[in-house]
């Protein structure tokens, strides 16, 4: 009878045997590999603290082996020795042990959207009927999946991890991980700036073009709005000295051999060199001094103006005065007649009373009166 057991776990062993009559039974043991070199099983080092020994008066012998590993395979008989040197025997043949290890199996290639079924699967059929846990990064799948297979429907990229299983809550004889990896065409596609400031002419600018695909894209087209055809290629696309000219909407488009993408246009724009800035703000500063001084100029101006204005109107015989001296009838006559005062009107009589007259003591006498 042929066993399968896992690696690591521990199993039962039983067979039969006949007692051998007129005979003193000295010793019985378990043997191992009688084709070749036979031990003692319940005394080797191998099998020490590993192996329990019962037998009963019916003729049928049990074997507890645990921490099963593969060099415990072989076929196990029961042999008895008696009084009698030659009387030997060997219960032959016995159960036969074989020792596998789990393992997962999955398709070589899974694209996005597929449904991949997952083995667990040994070297040989395991002789007790075993159900399995599936574990995805360490941690349990769904308690309703007790089997050796495991189907993925419509897998994503979120399906990508490590796959183990194990007999059901026997974790610690777990198969190796085996790591699943979706794939798929680029997604979420964008566009970079370096440097990520202000651009100015001249300055060297890289776009850089990044996307989550698996295997990762290897093929990058760049492209500028309103021009049909692509402008670069690369994963980085570098403008070594930029100008007003390059100044516009880039795109990069990421492809690998699932499909493609492209990503959302960004604005790349060039601001004025620092050279231009500093004379324009030159320039500014000295039209604001300039119009700052023309303006306090023309305030001056307008204060000093109307502060002369109010005097001259207050002194206008200052003004007469400063006419020449021979010429004091143009000086009285300049007068309003309306606006003189009795004193001048008696003046201006006397005087033409003595332009009428012959007499110079006429005359001399009118003035001296006056006098």
Same mark, same amino acid.
């Given at each position: 009878?042929?066993?399968?057991?896992?690696?690591?776990?521990?199993?039962?062993?039983?067979?039969?045997?006949?007692?051998? +009559?007129?005979?003193?039974?000295?010793?019985?043991?378990?043997?191992?590999? #009688?084709?070749?070199?036979?031990?003692?099983?319940?005394?080797?080092?191998?099998?020490?603290?590993? #192996?329990?020994?019962?037998?009963?008066?019916?003729?049928?012998?049990?074997?507890?082996?645990?921490?099963?590993?593969?060099?415990?395979?072989?076929?196990?008989?029961?042999?008895?020795?008696?009084?009698?040197?030659?009387?030997?025997?060997?219960?032959?043949?016995?159960?036969?042990?074989?020792?596998?290890?789990?393992?997962?199996?999955?398709?070589?290639?899974?694209?996005?959207?597929?449904?991949?079924? &997952?083995?667990?699967?040994?070297?040989?059929?395991?002789?007790?009927?075993?159900?399995?846990?599936?574990?995805?990064?360490?941690?349990? &799948?769904?308690?309703?999946?007790? *089997?050796?297979?495991? &189907?993925?429907?419509?897998?994503?990229?979120?399906?990508?991890?490590?796959?183990?299983?194990?007999?059901?809550?026997?974790?610690?004889?777990?198969?190796?991980?085996?790591?699943?990896?979706?794939?798929?065409?680029?997604?979420?596609?964008?566009?970079?700036?370096?440097?990520?400031?202000?651009?100015?002419?001249?300055?060297?600018?890289?776009?850089?073009? *990044?996307?989550?695909?698996?295997?990762?894209?290897?093929?990058?087209?760049?492209?500028?709005?309103?021009? *049909?055809?692509?402008?670069?290629?690369?994963?980085?696309?570098?403008?070594?000295?930029?100008?007003?000219?390059? *100044?516009?909407?880039?795109?990069?488009?990421?492809?690998?051999?699932?499909?493609?993408?492209?990503?959302?246009?960004?604005?790349?724009?060039?601001? +004025?060199?620092?050279?231009?800035?500093?004379? #324009?703000?030159?320039?500014?500063?000295?039209?604001?001094?300039?119009?700052?001084?023309?303006?306090?100029?023309?305030?001056?101006?307008?204060?000093?103006?109307?502060?002369?204005?109010?005097?001259?109107?207050?002194?206008?015989?200052?003004?007469?005065?400063?006419?020449?001296?021979?010429?004091?009838?143009?000086?009285?006559?300049?007068?309003?007649?309306?606006?003189?005062?009795?004193?001048?009107?008696?003046?201006?009589?006397?005087?033409?009373?003595? +332009?009428?007259?012959?007499?110079?003591?006429?005359?001399?006498?009118?003035? +001296?009166?006056?006098?």
């Amino acid at each position: 009878m042929k066993k399968c057991t896992l690696k690591g776990s521990t199993i039962h062993l039983s067979g039969t045997f006949k007692h051998p +009559e007129n005979l003193t039974v000295t010793q019985r043991f378990l043997t191992i590999n #009688v084709s070749g070199e036979s031990i003692n099983v319940l005394n080797h080092t191998h099998y020490r603290d590993r #192996v329990k020994f019962f037998q009963n008066t019916e003729g049928l012998f049990f074997l507890k082996l645990s921490n099963v590993t593969h060099t415990d395979e072989g076929m196990y008989c029961l042999r008895i020795l008696t009084n009698v040197e030659k009387q030997r025997y060997l219960f032959h043949p016995g159960p036969e042990l074989k020792v596998t290890d789990l393992r997962v199996e999955i398709p070589a290639e899974i694209i996005e959207g597929a449904s991949p079924v &997952l083995f667990c699967k040994t070297t040989c059929d395991l002789s007790d009927k075993t159900n399995f846990t599936w574990y995805k990064n360490g941690k349990r &799948l769904s308690d309703s999946i007790v *089997s050796d297979q495991l &189907l993925l429907s419509s897998v994503s990229r979120d399906d990508t991890g490590n796959y183990s299983c194990a007999p059901r809550d026997q974790k610690h004889l777990s198969s190796p991980a085996v790591t699943l990896s979706v794939r798929y065409p680029p997604k979420s596609v964008s566009v970079s700036i370096s440097p990520s400031g202000v651009i100015v002419e001249g300055d060297s600018v890289t776009l850089i073009c *990044s996307s989550d695909s698996n295997p990762p894209a290897l093929i990058f087209r760049w492209f500028k709005e309103n021009q *049909s055809s692509s402008v670069g290629s690369g994963q980085s696309f570098i403008i070594s000295s930029f100008s007003s000219s390059h *100044s516009g909407r880039y795109s990069c488009e990421a492809q690998n051999q699932h499909g493609s993408q492209r990503s959302d246009s960004v604005s790349v724009t060039v601001e +004025e060199s620092r050279s231009s800035l500093i004379g #324009v703000s030159g320039g500014i500063s000295a039209a604001v001094v300039l119009m700052a001084v023309i303006l306090m100029v023309f305030i001056g101006l307008l204060i000093r103006r109307k502060r002369a204005t109010p005097s001259e109107e207050q002194n206008p015989r200052g003004s007469a005065h400063s006419k020449t001296p021979g010429a004091p009838e143009d000086t009285y006559m300049t007068l309003d007649p309306k606006s003189r005062s009795s004193e001048y009107d008696t003046l201006d009589n006397m005087k033409r009373s003595s +332009e009428n007259t012959d007499d110079p003591e006429a005359q001399e006498a009118a003035y +001296e009166d006056i006098v």
